[in-house]
């Protein structure tokens, strides 16, 4: 089964032992000395070295501070990220046992074959190459033996680390440590539910299935479970290793690799946040193949919308559309300093927009927006800094691949695709409907739910306020809901049809159609105004 923490309900007794080891490994490496300030902080070296001694979950949460930018030096972040995910590989005798387990079935009445030796080892699980009895050639990922135990023992302790640190030193309580652990913890649980790692590899093979030139390996359902999984065997090379004999293949690769990314965030709310060339093979045809969906994040509709807002406001430097659309992202946030913030990213958008196109990237652009909002109080949100770190890697891979290769202009070419398709005549045609459910069902309700919370205040005798004048006031707000909703109407015809008429044509009567929606909600609001005053003057 998959390993869930909460780090609210660790127990300090079972932290106390793996607490006090810690402790005496970061007074061992100087660490504590750094609690009286960063002049006191141990060398980047002394940093990493503690990590890789503290073990498996240590690893991982080195690794994810590595992508915490907005709090530590450049320096730090560089040694933190030579954290190698690779631990000895298990014997077949703990890797049998797991499978039998899981399964609950003998190894050989699942596998005509199976390769003792792994194809790697990582800190969660390592990879066997197998045949299912049908003669097919599979990958299995197993997950190492003993994980929850040990994962739920550093979690509590380094909960109570955090805790202890905060009240002798009431100035750690400006980073959020405790934040940090809690999503720290969740992307844990992620990773090693297998389960989840299944649904995403469906999800994703069924997001990305017209995108020509991929191919994402299927799970076989039947051979997994929480802490096995079996899926279809990828016979590829690493990208970064064809790139050195196939340069010509590169411009049309990194295209597709830019498409996957952008159409799964943009359409599906999903992204792959590991991309780096290990997790991408070449197969034999010249397809792409992607591997390892155990680090993917998600993103809501309201928080897509945002990101493509901060886009949009990116690209023409607009530094008040970027605040507005970077505080959205980031609605938890109490305290910010706005006008501290927007100066720093009207700074942040004057070296983009100083600089060569060519040079610009878009993860070191969202980096930088992550450090100015935790200079000014953001509580930036974790789905953020993964999709800032997927970026990073990404184009970390693409400048690898072909030094020379226009990353923006692939870039903005699918960014214009998902665009057109955003405004076609389906998508506008799906959100109006949708928009006159709501309203429908608004306009139903308002009246009726109005008069019900009147007379319940009524009937509580509140003041001077009695029953007649509560239902006055009732059937003049019941009247001012319909006009307001109306207007609501009229405007939702104006908004759809200037879509339409604005969108690529698809058909003779395309812009017609939202020439019309326009005129019609036009007439609309005029006929509200015209009532409005005409109740007032009757009033009068």
């Known amino acids: 089964m998959a390993v869930l923490i909460d780090p609210e309900k660790s127990s300090l007794l079972q932290a106390a032992p793996r607490l006090m080891q810690i402790l005496r490994v970061l007074a061992r490496h100087k660490f504590l ?14 940093v ?44 077949i005798d703990a890797v049998r046992a797991t499978v039998e387990a899981e399964l609950g079935v003998p190894l050989t009445t699942v596998f005509a074959s199976f390769n003792e030796m792994p194809l790697g080892a990582a800190t969660i699980a390592q990879v066997h190459e197998a045949t299912l009895l049908d003669g097919r050639r599979v990958a299995v990922k197993v997950q190492r ?76 359902a039947e051979c997994s479970s929480g802490n096995v999984l079996t899926m279809e065997f990828s016979a590829g090379e690493r990208v970064d290793s064809y790139a050195g004999t196939h ?6 690769l990194i295209n597709t690799l830019v498409r996957l990314m952008l159409q799964t965030i943009f359409e599906e709310g999903l992204f792959h946040a590991d991309p780096h060339s290990g997790n991408v093979l070449v197969l034999p045809d010249g397809r792409l193949s992607l591997l390892d969906f155990g680090m993917t994040g998600e993103l809501d509709e309201p928080m897509r919308d945002s990101l493509t807002l901060l886009l949009e406001a990116v690209v023409k430097g607009d530094a008040r559309g970027a605040t507005e659309a970077y505080l959205e992202m ?52 974790g789905e953020f800094f993964l999709l800032t770190r997927a970026f990073v890697i990404l184009e970390s891979m693409i400048r690898q691949l072909d030094p020379d290769h226009d990353y923006l202009a692939s870039f903005r070419e699918e960014i214009s695709r998902l665009t057109a398709k955003h405004f076609s005549l389906e998508r506008v045609k799906e959100k109006t409907g949708k928009l006159a459910r709501e309203l429908e069902r608004l306009i139903s309700d308002a009246p009726g739910d109005t008069r019900r919370v009147l007379r319940r205040f009524a ?82």
Request: a negative charge; charged letters at 25%; glycine letters at 8%.
């Open 33 to 46: 000395g750094a609690l009286r300030g960063k002049s006191h902080w141990p060398p980047p070296k002394e």
């Open 48 to 91: 990493r070295e503690t990590f890789e001694e503290l073990g498996l979950t240590f690893l991982k949460f080195g690794q994810v501070l590595a992508m915490r930018r907005d709090l530590l030096p450049d320096a730090y972040i560089a040694e933190l990220e030579l954290l190698q995910d690779q631990l000895p590989a298990l014997g």
């Open 459 to 540: 009937e509580g005798n509140l003041g001077r306020l009695q029953a007649p004048e509560v239902e006055a006031l009732g059937g003049r707000v019941s009247r001012n809901l319909e006009r307001l909703t109306g207007a609501i109407a009229a405007a939702a015809l104006v908004i759809g049809g200037a879509m339409l008429a604005i969108a690529p044509p698809q058909s003779a009567w395309h812009h017609l159609l939202g020439e019309g929606m326009v005129v019609a909600g036009i007439i609309g609001t005029l006929l509200i105004c015209i009532g409005a005053v005409r109740r007032d003057r009757g009033r009068r």
């Open 330 to 381: 980031a609605p938890g946030s109490e305290r910010v300093n706005r006008a501290a913030l927007l100066l720093d990213i009207k700074a942040v958008l004057y070296e983009i927009h100083r600089s060569d196109l060519a040079e610009v990237s878009v993860g070191d652009a969202f980096d930088s927006l992550l450090r100015a909002g935790s200079r000014h109080g953001v509580h930036n949100p």
């Open 145 to 220: 033996p003993d994980l929850e135990a040990m994962i739920a023992t550093d979690i509590s302790a380094l909960t109570y680390l955090v805790a202890l640190g905060e009240r002798l030193f009431p100035r750690l309580l400006a980073l959020d440590l405790p934040v940090l652990v809690r999503e720290f913890a969740n992307s844990l649980n992620r990773e090693t539910d297998f389960s989840r790692e299944a649904r995403s590899i469906v999800l994703f093979r069924t997001a990305l299935a017209d995108v020509p030139g991929l191919w994402i390996p299927d799970v076989v």
């Open 247 to 252: 340069p010509e293949a590169m411009p049309q």
